[in-house]
C-alpha cells in the first residue's frame, strides 16, 4: 500500500507538471516543470522525502532500462548518423566532460554552503 501511495504521489506530481506546462505562456518540457513542482514541494515540506523515498529508489535503481528507446533509436537511424559520425562522438564526448565538470563544481559548492552552515550554528 506504502509503494502505490508513493506512486500517487509521484504520478500526481506529474499531472500538476503537466497542467502547468499547458498554461505557461512559454515552452517548458514537462518532466522539467513536474522536478522544479516536486523540489518546490520538498521544500516547503509539503512532502516529505518518505513519501516518495522507496519509489525514487526503485527509478534509481532501474534507471539504465530508460535508456534503451534512445539507444534502440539510435541504433535505427544509424545510417543517417554515419554521415556525421565524428561531430556527434566529438559532441558527446566534450558534453560529458562539461557534465562531468559541472557536478563536481556543483558538489563542491554544496559542501562549501552546508560547512558554513554548521560552523555557523557553532558559533551562535
Not at 22 to 36: A, D, F, K, R, Y
Not at 92 to 103: L, S
Amino acid at each position: 500500500m506504502k509503494s502505490l501511495f508513493q506512486v500517487g504521489v509521484v504520478l500526481t506530481v506529474c499531472l500538476a507538471g503537466e497542467l502547468i506546462s499547458g498554461v505557461l505562456p512559454i515552452t517548458i518540457p514537462t518532466s522539467v516543470v513536474s522536478m522544479i513542482l516536486l523540489f518546490v514541494l520538498l521544500l516547503v515540506k509539503w512532502i516529505k522525502p518518505r513519501h516518495i523515498e522507496q519509489f525514487g529508489d526503485f527509478l534509481l535503481k532501474n534507471m539504465a532500462f530508460f535508456f534503451i528507446p534512445a539507444g534502440v533509436a539510435i541504433i535505427e537511424q544509424f545510417d543517417l548518423l554515419k554521415e556525421c559520425l565524428f561531430p556527434f562522438l566529438l559532441i558527446c564526448f566534450v558534453t560529458t566532460i562539461i557534465t562531468f565538470a559541472a557536478t563536481a563544481y556543483t558538489v563542491k559548492a554544496v559542501m562549501a554552503v552546508q560547512k558554513k552552515a554548521r560552523e555557523g550554528r557553532r558559533d551562535e
